[in-house]
C-alpha cells in the first residue's frame, strides 16, 4: 500500500512558476514508476508527466514539455514537479499517481493504482 500526498499548489500569476511535490509512505516507494496528471473543471484528467522507477526516464505531455520538469528523490520518498511559465490554461488540480506494480503506457490513468488527492493551481492572466 502506497499513501501520496500533495503540497505546493496555490495562485500564480501567467509567467510564474510553482513547484508541486508528492511524499510518498510505504518502503516501495523506489521501485514504482509515478506520474503527474491534472484535471480542470469539466474536463477528463489528462497526463502530465511521468518518471521511471530510477528517476532515469522522464516522459511529458506536449502542452507542458520544456516548461515543467519531473524529479524524484527515491532516498526523501518524494517526487516533485517544476512548473515554469505557467499558463492560465495550466489551472487544474493536479495529482501524482504511483504505478503500484501495474504494467501499462505512462500516460494513462489506469497504469496507475495510488492516487493523491491532489491540490489545486491556479494561473490568473
Known amino acids: 500500500q502506497v499513501q501520496l500526498v500533495e503540497s505546493g499548489g496555490g495562485l500564480v500569476q501567467a509567467g510564474g512558476s510553482l513547484r508541486l511535490s508528492c511524499a510518498a509512505s510505504?518502503?516501495?516507494?523506489?521501485?514504482?514508476?509515478m506520474g503527474w496528471f491534472r484535471q480542470a473543471p469539466g474536463k477528463e484528467r489528462e497526463f502530465v508527466a511521468a518518471?521511471?522507477?530510477?528517476?532515469?526516464?522522464?516522459t511529458y505531455a506536449d502542452s507542458v514539455k520544456g516548461r515543467f520538469t519531473i524529479a524524484r528523490d527515491n532516498a526523501k520518498n518524494t517526487v516533485y514537479l517544476q512548473m515554469n511559465t505557467l499558463k492560465p490554461e495550466d489551472t487544474a488540480v493536479y495529482y501524482c499517481?504511483?504505478?503500484?506494480?501495474?504494467?501499462?503506457?505512462?500516460?494513462?490513468?489506469?497504469?496507475?493504482?495510488?492516487w493523491g488527492q491532489g491540490t489545486q493551481v491556479t494561473v490568473s492572466s
Open positions: 499517481a504511483a504505478t503500484g506494480g501495474r504494467i501499462g503506457t505512462p500516460l494513462s490513468p489506469h497504469t496507475y493504482a495510488y
Open positions: 510505504g518502503r516501495t516507494f523506489s521501485s514504482y514508476p
Open positions: 518518471i521511471s522507477a530510477s528517476g532515469g526516464s522522464t
